[in-house]
């Protein structure tokens, strides 16, 4: 405790001096070693005992990590480091590997400016080393490499000196065609480059690494770091070559200071006005501007109530501050405001920008949020996931008296996750959950019980499917239950380059109209329509193509909540609606605003809508994921045939050695139980990991068996309804 004490007044004395600031990411695929490596920098800065660095996993310090042996939550840690005489902020977030909690890797990009990646040696780069570099180069958030495990290169595979050299040029060489692969631009500053410093190799698990830089300083080369692993003495080569030096060299010298960074940054997570006031002030990383915070993560004490951590862009943070969060009207009063040392959080005084602050009193902050203390500022960027909530299970408290409990446990836990969905149809009575697998959703149930003291069960886990048409209908006509109002609704798909623009949030209601009209025009959509989108609910947009109707102004919300109701559950099976374009092209109201209330219109325009989809050759699409096999070649078959079993398709082999790459997909549906029946076909010899690769449509012949099952749990009537149970023809 006393070290920590120590620490946070340390801490406490670099916040203010951004040039001695780092705001770092630990990112990689599953397993490769981020949290092990964490352990070494904590050891380095005197937070645990270096005796246990690598071992003690102290960022994994919840119950359910502990067990399962993966990270779960990303966590933040501050920590003071001394490099070659002065002290240094490091703010750091060790995240999660498992594609389950891929959301938490993305949010934690929106608070660091630099990001190392970290690369098992005789893995490789893998799917999820794509994944959180894609990330990181969206946010524009600098990496640097580390490639771990080399212990494992010489101890297990036994190769040679050279070839341990030629295997670690191929990682390199890998992640840069990665980088290269995703922008021509970026790969030219960001080229990966042992030679330059921006790599390091080394072994977490044993506390030593190198570095060209670093051999140059400590006269230790390949050779010799061959030499030491082969002769088992590892334990003196980290003490000539430890961890955290060498990595401390490498975060310090080339990733960016805030300073440097959110003059960069800005530009890409902000679209207001850069002359603004504002705008300069978060270039410059101001602590005597305005407050803006970007809330980038949502927890729970059961002390202090709920805490926003997030990455503080301009201004400095106090506690008993009034701030505005996202467009509310009224203002929060900060109560606290704390740094995180792993685990425990530690209130400070103050916070200058170009830190990560945590907060406690902003009760109206979500996930995405933006703090501010000017009354109207244009917030942040949405920070949009790149995996969808696909597997779903149905929630119900084991006793009755809990009911009321687990609807606002659930509203909760979906505040601290978004990636998590929770829907509770009212009409069905069904609570969902959905979230990114069926891990995720097994970590949120425990949560609920343990944490939340809420004892649940959950169905077996379900697929949700997304309603979508395939033709055209209408004008299909809606006409109030009084009969003095009527809509006339054109339905058809929508384009699939838009349904893309959604769902990567580049077009929102939020944006600016010329902005939004320019991207769609680019996407291939029509001049009058782009024009005339009125709302997006899911990925379907409605549009305004009436001229001159009168009253139709102010009549227009309630317009917009039958287009919502409508979609959020699909008149086939109640399923959420995907890429439908509608179109408003006629409407007749009432002049009495009395007689065109919320019961008349939403009811009429939701009628029609649903009935015209049904019209419209509707059909639904299922989410797929991708499946990357690792496998020795013996055990291939086994594999493949299981992929092919589950209506997967296998897209691309690669041979290494002994062992085959399989890239594969398949439906969710397909998968549930893949994880036994792969380790029975292979003998436990294949390494496989999944990403979701979006809705494809369900085979024509498939299509009657699932809405009736989907119907069915839902205890709605079996059948699929007609267009003529919405509206008369
Ligand atoms: N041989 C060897 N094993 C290592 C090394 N670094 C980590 N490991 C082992 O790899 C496993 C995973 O390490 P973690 O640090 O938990 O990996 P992680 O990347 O944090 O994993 P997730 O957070 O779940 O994605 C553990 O069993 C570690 O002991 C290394 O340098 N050499
Ligand atoms: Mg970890």
Same mark, same amino acid.
């Given at each position: 405790? &006393? ?57 994994? $310090? ?80 600098? !990496?640097?490499?580390?490639?771990? /495990? ?60 190198? $570095?060209?830089?670093?051999?140059? /300083? ?61 705008? /300069? ?5 101001? #602590? ?41 009207? %009224? ?10 040392? &792993? ?6 005084? %103050? ?46 408290? %084991? ?18 996750? #978004? ?84 769902? $990567? ?21 029509? %001049? ?42 699909? #008149? ?25 209330? !919320?019961?008349?219109?939403?009811? @009429? ?10 019209? @419209? ?46 890239? $594969? ?52 009537? #079996? ?11």
């Amino acid at each position: 405790m &006393g070290v920590k004490k120590k620490m946070v007044e340390r801490v406490r004395d670099l916040m203010d001096q951004p040039e001695q600031i780092r705001n770092i990411g630990i990112v990689a695929h599953i397993d490769h070693g981020k949290t092990t490596l964490t352990d070494n920098l904590l050891a380095g800065a005197g937070m645990i005992s270096k005796e246990l660095a690598g071992t003690q996993l102290f960022m994994d $310090s919840d119950e359910e990590e502990q067990e399962r042996g993966i990270t779960i939550d990303a966590a933040n840690v501050s920590m003071v480091h001394e490099f070659e005489g002065e002290e240094y902020l490091i703010n750091l977030i060790d995240t999660p590997g498992h594609v389950d909690f891929g959301g938490d890797v993305t949010r934690a990009m929106r608070a660091v400016d630099g990001a190392v990646v970290v690369v098992d040696a005789v893995e490789g780069a893998m799917p999820q080393t794509e994944t959180v570099l894609r990330q990181a180069l969206k946010e524009n958030v600098t !990496p640097v490499l580390f490639v771990n /495990k080399v212990d494992r290169l010489i101890n297990e595979l036994q190769v040679d000196s050279e070839t341990m050299q030629i295997k670690l040029g191929k990682v390199i060489d890998n992640v840069n065609k990665l980088i290269k692969g995703m922008s021509e631009e970026k790969y030219k500053e960001w080229r990966l480059d042992a030679a330059n410093g921006t790599v390091a190799f080394g072994s977490a698990l044993y506390n030593w690494a190198i $570095s060209v830089t670093y051999m140059k /300083k400590s006269g230790i080369g390949f050779n010799e770091v061959f030499q030491y692993c082969k002769d088992n003495d590892m334990k003196a080569l980290a003490e000539k070559c430890p961890l955290h030096e060498v990595l401390n060299d490498m975060i310090i010298k080339h990733l960016p200071n805030p300073l440097v960074s959110q003059k960069r940054r800005v530009p890409v997570i902000w679209h207001g006005d850069a002359d603004s006031e504002i705008g /300069k002030q978060m270039a410059a990383c101001d #602590p005597d501007g305005d407050v803006a915070l970007m809330v980038t993560k949502i927890t729970r004490d059961p002390h202090a109530g709920e805490i926003a951590t997030g990455r503080l862009f301009s201004g400095t943070l106090q506690r008993g501050q009034e701030l505005y969060v996202s467009g509310s009207a %009224k203002t929060d009063r900060i109560q606290q405001v704390g740094v995180f040392m &792993g685990p425990e959080r530690v209130d400070v005084e %103050k916070i200058p920008a170009g830190n990560i602050a945590a907060v406690t009193g902003l009760k109206s902050a979500i996930v995405g949020s933006t703090a501010t203390s000017l009354r109207d500022m244009y917030p942040f960027e949405m920070i949009t996931h790149a995996s969808e909530p696909v597997v779903t299970v149905a929630v119900e408290a %084991k006793h009755m008296r809990d009911l009321p409990k687990l609807i606002e446990v659930l509203r909760q836990v979906s505040k601290e996750d #978004p990636t998590l969905q929770v829907k509770i149809d009212e009409e069905t009575g069904e609570h969902l959950l959905a979230g990114m697998g069926e891990l995720h959703l097994e970590v949120i149930g425990h949560r609920i019980e343990r944490d939340k003291g809420v004892e649940i069960t959950a169905s077996e886990p379900i697929v949700v499917y997304r309603e979508t048409v395939t033709g055209r209908a209408g004008p299909v006509e809606g006409k109030s239950p009084n009969r003095h109002n009527r809509f006339y609704i054109e339905v058809e798909p929508l384009e699939l380059s838009v349904v893309d623009l959604i769902k $990567s949030g580049e077009i929102t209601m939020r944006m600016d109209k010329i902005e939004r009209r320019d991207k769609l025009l680019g996407a291939g959509m029509d %001049k009058d329509e782009a024009k005339g989108i009125t709302a997006i609910s899911e990925s379907n947009i409605l549009i305004d193509m009436t001229k001159g109707v009168q009253y139709l102004r102010e009549t227009m919300e309630l317009i917009i909540e039958g287009f919502v109701e409508a979609t959020t559950a699909g #008149p086939m099976s109640r399923e959420p609606c995907q890429g439908i374009k509608l179109r408003l092209v006629d409407v007749k109201l009432h002049e009495d605003a009395v007689h065109r209330g !919320p019961a008349q219109v939403i009811p @009429a325009v939701r009628q029609a809508i649903q009935a015209g989809i049904l019209m @419209a050759d509707v059909t639904l699409l299922e989410p797929f994921q991708k499946v990357f096999i690792q496998v020795p070649q013996d055990h291939m078959g086994g594999a493949i045939s299981e992929i092919q079993g589950r209506r997967g398709a296998i897209l691309n082999m690669t041979q290494e050695g002994d062992v085959t790459d399989i890239e $594969s997909k398949a439906p969710v549906s397909g998968l549930f139980g893949f994880a036994g029946d792969l380790r029975s076909a292979t003998e436990g010899r294949a390494l496989w990991s999944t990403e979701f690769a979006g809705f494809e449509s369900l085979p024509k012949n498939l299509l009657p068996d699932v809405v009736k099952q989907i119907r069915t749990r839902k205890g709605l009537k #079996p059948g699929i309804p007609k267009p003529s149970d919405f509206v008369s023809q």
